[in-house]
């Protein structure tokens, strides 16, 4: 009878072993996910008030602020993109989606380098469907916010 006991505690301790190091590994893998800033999201206003690390890899959403679209030399692009209350400079060099356009959504993965914010990739997002919750919070916080479809009055 006492060995049944014994065996028991002894898986137990076998099973917490095995959640604790699974718990640790995921817990590692999220730590190094992080360490490389992968699909971490700034909003603009974010980006203004704590500029990140040149070497930190993050995504910034918003909309392409009206006027600030510039098509340079070759295939580099610059705009603004901004949540209502603050606008970072995106330089891009590549092809931009085809949805992409001034007052319209995106969001952009890329590094902040000397307060601009250099893409590697740039999507163009169009309503809230698509766009990353974060997006729409922020510009709702900033009253930028705008329903695609059914909107009262608009432009």
Do not use: C, W
């Not at 590692?28 to 930190?56: K, T």
């Not at 250099?118 to 916080?141: G, Q």
């Amino acid at each position: 009878m006492n060995g049944m006991k014994g065996l028991k505690k002894k898986r137990r301790i076998q099973v917490i072993l095995v959640a604790f190091v699974a718990l640790a590994t995921s817990t590692a893998l999220i730590g190094y996910a992080m360490r490389d800033g992968i699909n971490y999201f700034r909003a603009p206003s974010a980006v203004v008030a704590e500029p990140p690390a040149s070497r930190e890899t993050f995504r910034i959403g918003g909309l392409v602020e009206e006027g600030t679209l510039v098509r340079g030399q070759g295939e580099t692009i610059t705009f603004s993109v901004t949540d209502g209350g603050a606008s970072v400079p995106v330089s891009y060099t590549g092809v931009l989606p085809d949805l992409f356009g001034e007052g319209q959504g995106m969001v952009g993965t890329g590094n902040l380098v000397d307060g601009v914010f250099v893409a590697t990739e740039i999507l163009a997002r169009h309503d809230e469907t698509y766009m990353p919750k974060e997006v729409v919070d922020a510009l709702k916080d900033q009253g930028v916010y705008r329903h695609a479809e059914g909107e009262e009055g608009g432009s």
